[in-house]
């Protein structure tokens, strides 16, 4: 089949090829059911090549993109992992805040044992956090709403850690984004 393009009515879009000829040989319901299978047979050909080798995927998708071959992207697997991109950057922000918020808990609650890789740990949590934000600059305006579950996450690291309750620290962060950004 020449690049996946049948007509279902009338002429072929493409050469006379064999499949072309069978699809309009019959009646509409049957070149309907026939191009269906067509197209369910090469989307699953591109899903298992997405599923067997992702590196594999990665590359044929890039170049079919670069030579403009729309039709042989699985649409379905791009979205998701574009989707994808996205929400790693959200988990690596969330995941950033949560270290320098546990550590910043830790200081000002147990300032006796405040080491200096507390310390190193803030600095070096805020400068890649400051990095992903430059990549993403949209989720910078996303920190406050980000901050309710990864204040959570660090309070109840930070009870667990220093052994105190965990109503010993505030429910609500005491810190601005600005703060904890340093």
């Not at 009515?9 to 069978?22: D, E, F, I, M, V």
């Not at 591109?46 to 729309?70: L, P, V």
């Not at 993403?136 to 579950?149: C, G, H, N």
């Not at 052994?163 to 505030?170: E, Y």
Request: charged share 30%; aromatic share 8%.
């Amino acid at each position: 089949m020449m690049s996946g393009k049948v007509s279902l009515g009338g002429k072929p879009s493409q050469a006379a090829t064999p499949t072309n000829k069978l699809l309009h040989s019959r009646g509409s319901a049957t070149r309907l059911l026939l191009y269906m299978v067509i197209s369910m047979t090469k989307h699953e050909t591109k899903q298992s090549t997405y599923e067997r080798d992702f590196f594999d995927w990665t590359q044929e998708t890039a170049k079919a993109i670069a030579e403009g071959r729309w039709d042989d992207i699985d649409r379905e697997a791009l979205m998701d992992e574009v989707e994808s991109l996205g929400n790693r950057d959200r988990r690596e922000v969330n995941s950033r805040l949560v270290i320098i918020l546990l550590h910043m808990l830790k200081k000002k609650y147990q300032p006796e044992r405040a080491a200096k890789s507390w310390d190193f740990s803030i600095r070096e949590q805020r400068r890649t956090l400051r990095r992903v934000l430059k990549d993403s600059p949209s989720l910078r305006a996303k920190l406050p709403e980000f901050l309710d579950d990864a204040y959570a996450d660090a309070r109840q690291d930070a009870s667990y850690e220093t052994a105190l309750d965990i109503s010993t620290f505030p429910e609500v962060c005491m810190w601005t984004v600005d703060e904890i950004l340093g």
